[in-house]
């Protein structure tokens, strides 16, 4: 196999990514992939009835390297995307369809594993609970990719998964180019007043940065609604700050294409793909991996959320025109400036302020200690993964008295022009005691970085972002698992994000106390109706482009804007005020990868289960011994076991009960 493109390994066998040479990138991945086919072949080949001894855990241990390898390649091209990466990246994206499909699809690792079921069942073969998960999860995968397929069938879904990657990488290409290339710029400090110093700052080392010799430079975040509109008192700048955000997926690729052009063929070839399936649209081919029983069940969700959202955000717009005294005039671009206007004349306490990055960080790791009993400590021997990122070595135990290394935790703040957009979390290995490996994971934010001499802060809303992402961080970190593909975060997409959600709660440990199951004060619920109303728009969007047959794909595609509109308007949501999150020219949730495509749903489905546990962790929020308990338990039954056994057999056992929506209804202002 050829060597890998990292030539040292530092502590919990993290890579040394600046020794990376990007040229070896390719010969590596085609290495591991050789590799790996020759592995299954043996599973695939082996005479002896099948085992978990001989199947599972071969199969789990095959293509380590390429896993690692790839791991390593996400982590490091969503935040450090130069144009070298891409290249790599858009090379690659084709080549692992092809080897997912030949693993997926292949006709005698798939007879093996169901061989095994078929003696498992038969009690000729012992399994742990974990193992037939895993079993289980492997033969609904295969399925579910076509492997009951005929030649010709799998020929035309290989055909098709080829195409999908090269279009997903060509989508998020351009969708990052195209955010650059948006950022606004303005002439004047005046132009910029109602930021703080450390924002104007910020903006006008972005721009020299940039390479302008003056100026500032707003640069573009992923949501449609830019932080900084809320506190722009230049209605013109706002006018060009939203103009740009709102407008993005127009710009054309060298062939000719914009996103929302891109993102209508990777729907319609979706549709394809389970119409091949023997499926009426994408969500159905997909819904047998996730938590959601059914369309109905998810729309029923949304349905009930939808209504309420759109009439509760008309009434805030309604107010913030009275109160700027816009009236008609009110522009999409005033929204956001007047919702924090208004904001500012309520009682609230708990609305939070900015924060130094250093204050930030003593929060998160306090929080952690006094929930999860780990101790957090800053290793600055260790390189950095890009430039600017810093690491923490975890432990299991109270500061002065660690015990046992969980693994590293990296953070990557600062926003840069080669970094994908929004917030993530990425892991360069996770904990499995099969692979003897331990959890290395990143958290990728993109706060605008200080000018020179300045602290770096934290806005509220980044403070809520770092404490969900580090929400998927300890999902990693505290994993205990037999197989890494069940680790951690290895769950359903309608699933993944409710342990991230819950450690939002974890601020108020440093606020007052909120009392659990109290109805929101009417200042507490300011502005939920806009910011609501705007994220279910996002998830009728996504619903709405993966829930179409081939021919209907096919007419969308041809006025992909239009479309979406009469989606909004079938919900109730097209609100000329408050426009989706995202719409189909950036929505790299959906069309940069499958990962949430027809799942974007995910984040209010997770949310049901997040309130319910948000609110048992306030009941003991601020008695430190009942908190540590509940923290344990939580930890044990839910945490650490990932998607070891079905997601909601872990809540009921964190819980003890079934999952509430109650909470989630109360704390966006709607009738339970």
């Avoid at 917030?423 to 290995?429: P, R, T, V």
């Avoid at 999902?475 to 698992?481: C, D, F, N, T, W």
Wanted: glycine share 8%.
């Amino acid at each position: 196999m050829a060597s890998a493109p990292w030539t040292r390994t530092v502590d919990y066998g993290y890579p040394d990514m600046t020794t990376v040479d990007d040229g070896a990138w390719g010969p590596a991945r085609q290495g591991a992939m050789a590799t790996q086919r020759e592995e299954v072949a043996a599973i695939a080949e082996c005479p002896e009835p099948a085992t978990v001894e001989n199947v599972l855990h071969p199969l789990a241990r095959s293509g380590r390297e390429l896993d690692r390898l790839m791991r390593a390649f996400g982590a490091v091209t969503a935040a450090d995307g130069t144009a070298a990466r891409q290249q790599v990246r858009a090379e690659a994206a084709p080549e692992i369809a092809a080897h997912t499909d030949w693993l997926t699809l292949h006709p005698g690792l798939y007879a093996r594993l169901e061989e095994l079921q078929a003696r498992i069942d038969a009690s000729e073969v012992e399994a742990t609970a974990e193992q037939r998960w895993y079993l289980r999860h492997l033969l609904l995968t295969a399925s579910a990719a076509g492997a009951g397929l005929g030649d010709s069938e799998q020929s035309a879904l290989k055909r098709l998964n080829q195409q999908l990657a090269e279009l997903e990488t060509a989508y998020s290409r351009l969708q990052v180019r195209e955010a650059a290339e948006a950022a606004v710029l303005v002439d004047t400090a005046e132009e910029l007043a109602g930021l703080s110093e450390a924002r104007i700052s910020s903006a006008r080392a972005a721009a020299q940065a940039a390479g302008h010799d003056c100026g500032y430079l707003l640069t573009l975040t992923m949501p449609v609604q830019q932080a900084v509109l809320a506190s722009l008192e230049d209605r013109e700048t706002r006018r060009r700050v939203h103009a740009a955000s709102v407008g993005r997926g127009t710009l054309k690729d060298e062939q000719g294409r914009t996103t929302r052009q891109i993102g209508a063929q990777i729907a319609l070839l979706r549709a394809e793909k389970a119409q091949l399936l023997g499926c009426a649209n994408y969500l159905e081919s997909v819904l047998p991996l996730r938590t959601a029983e059914s369309r109905e069940s998810v729309e029923s969700l949304l349905r009930r959320i939808a209504a309420g959202a759109a009439d509760r955000a008309r009434e805030e717009c309604r107010r913030v025109a009275d109160h700027l005294g816009l009236g008609q005039d009110m522009q999409p671009w005033d929204v956001s400036y007047g919702l924090a206007r208004v904001r500012s004349t309520l009682d609230r306490s708990e609305a939070g302020e900015d924060i130094s990055v250093e204050e930030g960080l003593r929060r998160l790791a306090e929080a952690a200690r006094r929930v999860y009993g780990i101790t957090m400590v800053e290793r600055d021997d260790l390189p950095s993964f890009v430039p600017g990122a810093r690491s923490f070595e975890v432990f299991d135990g109270e500061p002065g008295a660690p015990g046992e290394g969980l693994g590293l935790y990296l953070l990557d703040l600062y926003t840069r022009d080669t970094k994908s957009g929004g917030a993530w979390m990425n892991a360069f290995s996770v904990p499995s005691s099969l692979a003897g490996s331990q959890a290395v994971v990143t958290n990728n934010l993109n706060v605008a970085p200080p000018a020179e001499g300045q602290q770096p802060v934290l806005t509220p809303a980044e403070q809520k972002t770092l404490f969900h992402e580090f929400g998927h961080a300890l999902h990693a970190l505290l994993a205990r698992a037999e197989f890494p593909q069940l680790s951690g975060t290895a769950l359903p997409r309608d699933n993944v994000e409710f342990p991230s959600q819950v450690n939002e709660v974890f601020q108020e440990l440093f606020s007052s106390p909120v009392r659990p199951g109290a109805e929101p004060a009417a200042d507490e619920l300011w502005g939920k109706g806009c910011s609501t109303a705007e994220h279910v728009a996002a998830v009728v969007i996504d619903l709405g482009w993966h829930t179409l047959s081939v021919v209907q794909a096919r007419e969308a595609a041809v006025d992909p804007e239009g479309f979406e509109q009469q989606v909004l308007a079938a919900w109730g949501l097209d609100l000329p005020l408050v426009p989706p999150r995202y719409h189909g020219g950036f929505f790299k949730h959906i069309f940069a990868s499958a990962g949430y495509a027809a799942g974007y749903y995910s984040y209010l489905w997770a949310e049901v289960l997040a309130k319910d546990a948000s609110e048992w962790f306030r009941e003991v929020m601020h008695d430190a011994e009942a908190l540590a308990a509940r923290g344990d338990h939580f930890r044990a039954e839910l945490l650490s076991r990932g998607n070891t056994r079905p997601p909601l057999e872990s809540f009921r056992a964190a819980l003890g009960r079934e999952p509430d929506p109650a909470p989630l209804l109360r704390s966006l202002g709607l009738q339970a």
